[in-house]
């Protein structure tokens, strides 16, 4: 009752009083949209509340409603006002649905490509065959392996030094880098699937996935008997622009849906062509078909973790050593550079008759360019392409400060 009153005492309000906080209408705009598509729809309450602001329409023509009650009442007008917004809301979710799943199957799907077709990541397998038939090799039987099981990847970093400062998978990591022509170059991928790849191809559950596309085959169905339905409602007024919108969508979601069925079916091929590939056989007798993806990739993603840590530890490892080399030089460089000067000069010159000679450069001379060079190649592979703006060249010619004269022509 108290509600009714309520209502009433709304239903009056002046055209002063209507001016109110634009935040405030959108919010009051809003939860008014939200009734309407509740499970009452136009029934019950809301049927209540249209009887009562008719009423007042019709028996106080010159009041003006509030502006919440003229768009209920606005809203109510329209045919099939809540399926026309049923089906809406459907579109969004369905864009964003059928988006995340596809994302998921996707990344899956590159993710096995990767671990069959890598030829880093086979390299890198390699070398942990051949350090541990070398560690092995006392016993006759596994230190003639030709493989490995994949539970092996997580223990890598279990074998330490007899400092605990290095493991093996640091060494393994060296090991790779020495096999590269430049392990520094900014252009030299990671040789391992990215972690976070791996972890999300563990999150896939093929299950789920076809339940969740089935789930969407469904509301699709139910969507286009809405739509049919508004459609054979609505009059050539109101039937545009839901008409459009709505059977593009239709045609669309059939045909991004029906790809993703396929791509699921795609994906568990892909899946079980990787387990083949790497001899992967589940505990417990467990048939390959219903291997989950999260028991394959967890043998994966404690290796690749802590692979491209370490990755990244080396290289500025790298980066640290050669510049402390290419300074080494350089203070070797400055600390020739001074001796040779306290021995009488640099160049060296001496004056004979009027004439500075000789112009040719010294065994001593061409030993420091040589120097120089060195020097300057140590820099840039530490520093890269920016080292090359510090240097400035130019043609080489001689420079006298003066042309002192000869002994004839003193004489004259």
Partial sequence: MDRQNKKRS??????????????????LAGSLVEKKLSSEGCTGRNDEELAMIRDHVGSKPDVPLDKPEQFLIELAEIPNFADRIACFMFQSEFDDAISSIENKLNNLKSTCQFLTTSESLKTVLAIILALGNYMNGGNRTRGQADGFGLEILAKLRDVKSKDSSVTLLHFIVRTYMKKCEDPLSSGLALPIPEPGDIDRAATVHFDDVDGDLKKLQKELAVCETRTKEVLAASTDDNIQPFKDKMEKFLVTANKQLNGELENLEECKQKFKATMQF????????????????KDFFALWSPFCSDFKDIWKKEQQRLIKEKTQEAKRIQEKKLDIQKSKKGEGGLYQYHKVSAR??????????????VDVCETLLWRYEAEGDGFLKHIITGDEYWVHYFQPETKRTSKE
């Fill in 10 to 27: 709304c239903v009056g309000k002046s055209g002063n009083d209507a001016e109110t906080d634009q935040k405030e209408e959108k919010e």
């Fill in 278 to 293: 790497y001899h992967y056989h589940p505990k417990g007798g467990t048939e390959s078909g219903e291997v989950d993806p």
């Fill in 356 to 369: 500075w000679v000789p112009k040719h450069l010294t065994a001593e001379l061409k030993e420091r360019h």
